[in-house]
């Protein structure tokens, strides 16, 4: 099946710092990905849709300047928490939409997440 | 109202046995439904995928949609101590285009 990695797998930084998560479609083409957030034992929520080549769409509520989308090739879309804060610490997922799926359902991978911790 | 409610859990239960996971909705244009198992620290993984109404069998894991009733379901028979995990439903339209409403998970645990 198709492969969506996200890198790094966990990250420990200081209050004020700026971090970088990567997600990629390792075997297949990805015109669309998604970030998501997931806090303890609760829901994955949509944070914003990534479509390669365009301004990331983001949920109602998450803040644009601080949650930084780029989505600069068809395999690689990436997510920066800038001036993190000890409330950001989470785990972020992407997952990817196959360039050929048809439907929004199974053509959507997950990537394995990133965990940040915020210190 | 949430979309999607899901009973968070814990479940707890005996190898062998019949797991019953399930979710409500309140969107009727959700016309997709999907399943996705999520180990501890990992990212979801898809499971089962539902169009519409009706039943769909894979392997051990059986999927159910009744639309009337907006209510999903998924069973797992003879479960294994590898099923344990977290189960997350999942449901979207054609109007909603990307986005997926997530449950809140429900943690399993079958104990050997």
């Known amino acids: 099946g198709a492969v969506v990695s996200q890198h790094p797998s966990w990250v420990i930084c200081k209050s004020g710092t700026s971090v970088k998560i990567e997600c990629r479609s390792l075997?297949?083409?990805?015109?669309?990905m998604f970030w998501y957030r997931q806090f303890p034992k609760q829901s994955l929520m949509l944070m914003a849709t990534s479509n390669e080549g365009s301004k990331a769409t983001y949920e109602q509520g998450v803040e644009k300047d601080k949650f930084l989308i780029n989505h600069a090739s068809l395999t690689l879309s990436t997510l920066t928490v800038t001036s993190a804060h000890p409330e950001d610490s989470s785990f972020y997922i992407c997952?990817?939409?196959?360039?050929?799926?048809?439907?929004?359902?199974?053509?959507?991978?997950f990537g394995p997440g990133t965990r940040l911790t915020v210190l | 109202q949430k979309e999607v409610e899901q009973d968070p859990g814990p479940l707890s239960v005996p190898e062998g046995a019949i797991v019953s996971l399930n979710c409500t909705y309140s969107n009727s244009a959700f016309q997709y439904f999907m399943w996705y198992r999520q180990y501890s620290r990992k990212g979801p993984e898809l499971l089962m995928y539902t169009y519409s109404s009706g039943n769909k069998e894979d392997g051990r894991f059986t999927a159910q949609v009744d639309k009337s009733s907006k209510y999903i379901s998924l069973f797992i028979r003879d479960s294994q101590p590898s099923d344990s995990a977290t189960y997350l439903c999942?449901?979207?339209?054609?109007?909603?285009?990307?986005?997926?409403?997530f449950g809140t998970g429900t943690s399993l645990t079958v104990i050997p």
């Open positions: 075997d297949f083409q990805a015109t669309t």
């Open positions: 997952s990817a939409r196959d360039l050929m799926g048809q439907g929004p359902s199974s053509e959507q991978f």
């Open positions: 999942a449901m979207s339209s054609s109007s909603s285009g990307n986005q997926f409403y």
